[in-house]
């Protein structure tokens, strides 16, 4: 409460706590009286206290998520895709083009993501692009491309779903892992409807979401019945210019103590640049990260978006081998 | 390109330049080369140069939008929307509850918007909460509650669109203005679908948009057909603990000078403290802006969301006479 | 404290509390216990309360701030420089060249200065410099060039005081105020330099210092006992790179509640651009600020320093007529 | 320039570039017209371009700093302090108190820093804190002590300096390395000052630097002479409120590139958070770190300031045994 505070405003605010069906308790001090909400303040909607006569901050206790709070889970979340575990000891490391082009190029590329020994296959059919000028994906077709690519190396497929109205698609084509990207992590009609399914999702970290936001969007799916979500750190925007976003390491363990779902890093689109992918993918690894998503093209040069941030084949195979002795380091698998 | 290029490298550049349609243009300084790209390049991907030998970094020099751009259209749009002008000499009001409650909350929040003289009326049918546990809005009954109080007054109606599949129920309620809000602001399917209509929208800045990535949104929705587009400034996040967002009064003038579109702020959201509200919307009408969009709740007490940062109607009142002032100081009416 | 906390550690939080002279307020919830402190937690390091057992979050009441607080003091802090006031109901204009060149250019901009109607001259003798094979400013000599252009015209001159060393100097040559940059805001040596001399102070914000914080580089000034501190905001750190810095318009109404020190606003170092300082100048009086400090200089294209942001003395002329209309809209004068 | 520049203004452009001892190169292209400056470019104030009629914007090619550039010194700077090398094969750890309090506190500091195989010892006798009634430090006491309880262990001590006026102090006494903290990385007389010494200097990142400002603080240090500088990133302010300052992993890689200088980093100022170091730590060795600079407190809970922060002796015994296997696979030694 303000430092000059009267007992009407105390009662005021006593009485509004009442009438939620919270008890209170007052702690007069030297300079401030203190009001703390006794039961469940989820009910309260924070604001409506703060325009009460008296008050000057509330300030919220309990944590606004439930299901996918450790608190409530105190295991780790393992996701079973097909066999491969994400959230276990063994390292994940997600590989592939940013967007499917032609068959030709997803053959190429999943035979690169084999070989290099990962086993997950990432690739986007829908584009989410700044400009409308931009290849914005080759859409259904594409999924069958990546369908068609992925089936021989017994891949899981990984792809973004960004409308709603292409989810029945996304189930016909049997996509394994959907994302969320970054730009719909708020999109709360789309987080409900992936929640209505069983499908994993990996759900991206927003440009400047906090942790907390981004766990509140986790908790929308969670809350649908979907419990199978695989959180994704791809760097927050920052004022620094010498690279595209800065890489919150420290997310990792922070996040790692607050929730017991997986936690895996885009080291690609956090720095933008493929001569930055190996450093950051071990640091996330050293971290505590439980996986790596990681753009590999075929022909890096020729790709038609992001071009400047895939690895080559030959160049993701040797990313492996120094992950390897990293995971190791921290008693983990690749 | 890098200080120590072969002449190899910046042949590499100009015939994949070539390749695009663009001539190159060398020019060798005393400690760096630099090739220019002659033609339009837009068609460009940055990053399939960035990726070549020798290229050290590429610098777009045009703007990537057109269709927005003040360079298209000197002249001021001015949109029309049932004889009251946005963009004009007149400044604009746009007052009302953040959500649709109830049918009685809506006809006084209807009163009190058209007794201060404000010519258009907001509130939220379909609301993004942070929370799945939050109240989620009333829906397209809503809508209807809406229509219903606003009719009398002749007042305009301005409601958020979060998802394609409900732009039917806007359009069969007549809704006046169509909101894209901050968490769907680079949602680009909802941009295509509201691009095809010709109903104004009002465009929220995503929480920490550049300039340039807003007007290229705005560029998504002209570029489906709709010009009637009216850009929003709500405040962008910062690392400021003392107010909610930091609300971005440079970019009311740097838009002016970009694009032809009308710029209007929302200080309720900006601050999230009524308090604060006053001068906020003053500021803005002095940096230029051409209407404000501001909460007003018939009982801020007792609403159902965002209670701390909603004005009386009284409140509405007082503010109207005093940026009166302010809008005469630079030139404008209110 | 955390959720499985033990009587043990609650216990605990008590004796140590009781160690530093406060009582403790145990708050049983539902979900979390909370314990207050009753009595002066300025005593208390927030920190070795957080690295005792069983305890989630330590959460300050009181402000840390004292002498600068609005609940110290609640009438307005005017100060009287040679006989004009600033804090007051009239708003000063702070106007001059980035730094001190030469004579005649200190001359003719003191005319200028003069004729707008100022009553107060800016320029800087040390320059903060990002770069050491940048112009560092004339230095002592400087001063003398200053104080021999502003006399002539009866202005109380304004320079940037970098390092104590130099402080006698400032004595010496009868600096009327004495300016801390925004690179020395946490130079507390130097703010207790300042502190124990009664010249006025303008008070640049840091960088990205949150509003706090500079209240704190504020209260190390009063503490020594001088208190007369003008806060000025600059601009802050932020991801746009559409223009220099973001102007915090909303510090200036949550400074005038949290502080009775004057706050003033530098729009020229914001933006850095001069076509965008009368908008921002416009949007500082709006919002209430107690005026302006703003780069002008005789023949801005030759100017050493910041050529880019420097209004003419006829843009400087313009911009006070424009900014009277604001003053007298807000119930100020100019 | 502007997409509607006239003749006159290109040739005001290149008459200015002339006049500095620059060529011009013209660029005409189809909507854009570009001038390219040849000749070094580091002479030109970029303001003094972009105020000139029909200039748009002004980009520099060539990098401002140039001593601490890789370009100047393509081999790593190795620094060799009483026989330890930081910048080579081994990584080195610098550990120990926050604050110089007691003989007694430092010398049971030595002992667990030496115990841990640590070859450096770090502890502020000078501490910036952010309010002037928390301790401000044993000042030149505290090197005494500082000494004293290094000695016996051969460990070379490291420890911030504030204030110009404290350097002979600092001589006197030995200190082997000076530390430059985040609030004073542009206090320029600071830095001119230590680059007259040739101790080496540990150059903390500003709060909200960009790396460019930062190399070019360093660059303020070797334009003086003294060549032996240690950069080191303690996180940045973020809107993240989870923890205190947001580690940027990748600056790491990225002045690997820009500079020979090594890098270290400090995880506990840029968390806040004991449980957080160990992770952070191996994250920034796994991303191509030279050194750590680390709290260790004999007993966290009395510490004097930033308790939360200190690992006990033995938690820093066990981090060294952690990084030692990360410190393997990216193929050093600690």
Redesign the interface.
């Known amino acids: 409460m303000h430092?000059q505070v009267s007992d009407a405003d105390i009662n005021g605010v006593e009485n509004k706590l009442k009438s939620l069906g919270l008890e209170a308790?007052i702690?007069?001090?030297?300079?401030?009286t203190?009001i703390?909400?006794?039961?469940?303040e989820?009910k309260i909607?924070k604001?409506?206290l703060?325009?009460?006569p008296g008050v000057e901050n509330v300030?919220r206790?309990?944590k606004?998520y439930k299901i996918v709070a450790r608190?409530s889970q105190a295991k780790n979340t393992v996701i079973d895709i097909k066999g491969n575990l994400i959230g276990g000891k063994k390292i994940q490391v997600i590989a592939g083009p940013c967007s499917v082009e032609t068959q030709s190029q997803m053959d190429a590329a999943a035979q690169g993501v084999a070989l290099a020994g990962c086993r997950f296959m990432r690739g986007g059919a829908f584009k989410?692009?700044?400009?409308?000028?931009?290849f914005?994906g080759k859409g259904v077709e594409g999924l069958k491309m990546f369908r068609q690519a992925a089936d021989p190396h017994n891949l899981p497929i990984v792809t973004e779903l960004?409308?709603?109205?292409f989810l029945d698609d996304f189930l016909e084509h049997g996509v394994d892992v959907i994302q969320i990207g970054t730009?719909?992590m708020?999109?709360?009609?789309l987080l409900?409807e992936v929640g209505k399914t069983h499908i994993p999702v990996i759900l991206k970290r927003?440009?400047?979401a906090?942790?907390?936001?981004w766990l509140?969007s986790a908790?929308?799916i969670a809350?649908g019945g979907n419990h199978n979500i695989i959180l994704c750190e791809r760097?927050?925007?920052?004022?620094?210019?010498?690279?595209r976003n800065?890489?919150?390491?420290?997310?990792?363990?922070?996040l790692k103590?607050?929730t017991h779902l997986p936690v895996i890093v885009d080291p690609s689109h956090?720095?933008g640049k493929?001569?930055?992918v190996p450093?950051?993918s071990?640091?996330?690894?050293?971290?505590?990260a439980d996986g790596i998503l990681v753009e590999m093209h075929p022909k890096?040069?020729?790709?038609?978006?992001?071009?400047?941030?895939a690895l080559t084949p030959e160049e993701l195979k040797n990313l492996m081998g120094?992950m390897r002795?990293?995971a190791?380091?921290?008693g983990r698998e690749l």
């Open positions: 430092s308790n702690s007069r001090g030297v300079e401030r203190i703390g909400a006794i039961g469940d989820r909607q604001e409506s703060e325009s009460l300030i206790v309990v606004p608190e989410p692009r700044t400009s409308p000028y931009s914005q960004m409308d709603v109205r730009r719909n708020q999109n709360f009609d409900k927003g440009l400047c906090t942790l907390s936001e509140m908790e929308y809350a760097g927050v925007r920052s004022f620094e210019k010498a690279y800065m890489l919150d390491v420290t997310a990792i363990p922070v103590k607050e956090a720095c493929t001569w930055l450093a950051l071990k640091a996330a690894i050293a971290a505590g890096p040069c020729d790709a038609w978006c992001d071009a400047d941030q120094e002795g990293i190791e380091a921290v």
